[in-house]
């Protein structure tokens, strides 16, 4: 079983539709969490960290289920400009790994 | 401007050549991080470093070589050995151990081609 795993998508939703991404981690002690975004062909970017009483952004929510060991990403009120590869991201407090999952591809249509 | 550079953004070699891919930071942050990113997979850790002087090995090291000789930089050497390296190579950073909500900030990244 893979540490972290995502659905690969793609997601090809409507604009101004509300998707969901779940991304679920093996190790139950994991303390960190966050969700990148990656454009084609360049580096990610943090989108939003991932607090336990979950948060949100905007139009972008996170949540953390520790029980069932997963989070999740919803993004309200698509854009084109939402387009890209969401990355989730799962480290461990006091070490120096951070897991990266494949990524879910997400595509806003017009 | 705070950040991550990296050069050169494209990067050709032939088979056999070694060849070095820079990584800066000036965000006075501790740890240093390369990744290798291949098409349809995650980003795999080559090599880490916590602290000046110290490097550790990553999960797919073999081929692969780093040096921390100053808090803001840490190169990645891509030596022969390294079997298949044409990749997306990806160089991060952060404050340092993975604290809660201490994230990673990466560079633009450097695509290296094998001919």
């Known amino acids: 079983r893979k540490e972290v795993e995502q659905d690969p998508g793609p997601f090809n939703v409507p604009e101004g539709a509300t998707v969901a991404f779940n991304c679920t981690y093996s190790?139950?002690?994991?303390?960190?969490f966050f969700w990148y975004r990656q454009d084609c062909r360049k580096e990610p970017k943090l989108l939003m960290s991932?607090?336990?009483s979950g948060n949100e952004d905007g139009r972008f929510t996170a949540q953390l289920n520790r029980a069932s060991q997963y989070i999740s990403l919803l993004i309200r009120d698509s854009k084109l400009s939402d387009s890209a590869t969401y990355l989730c991201v799962v480290a461990t407090s006091g070490t120096y790994k951070y897991i990266f999952g494949t990524g879910t591809r997400l595509k806003v249509l017009a | 401007d705070g950040g991550i550079t990296q050069s050169p953004k494209y990067l050709f070699r032939k088979e056999g050549q070694n060849v070095t891919l820079s990584c800066e930071q000036n965000?006075?942050?501790?740890?240093m991080y390369w990744y290798r990113q291949d098409p349809g997979q995650g980003l795999r850790l080559i090599y880490y470093s916590q602290i000046v002087n110290d490097f550790q090995k990553g999960d797919i090291a073999e081929g692969y070589s780093v040096s921390r000789e100053k808090k803001e930089s840490f190169p990645l050497t891509v030596t022969s050995a390294q079997k298949n390296p044409t990749a997306f190579y990806l160089c991060?950073?952060?404050?340092?151990?993975?604290?809660?909500?201490?994230?990673?900030?990466f560079g633009p990244g450097t695509r290296l081609t094998v001919l």
């Open positions: 991932v607090y336990s």
């Open positions: 991060a950073s952060s404050i340092g151990l993975a604290l809660t909500y201490n994230e990673q900030f």
């Open positions: 965000l006075n942050h501790d740890a």
């Open positions: 190790n139950s002690a994991s303390q960190s």
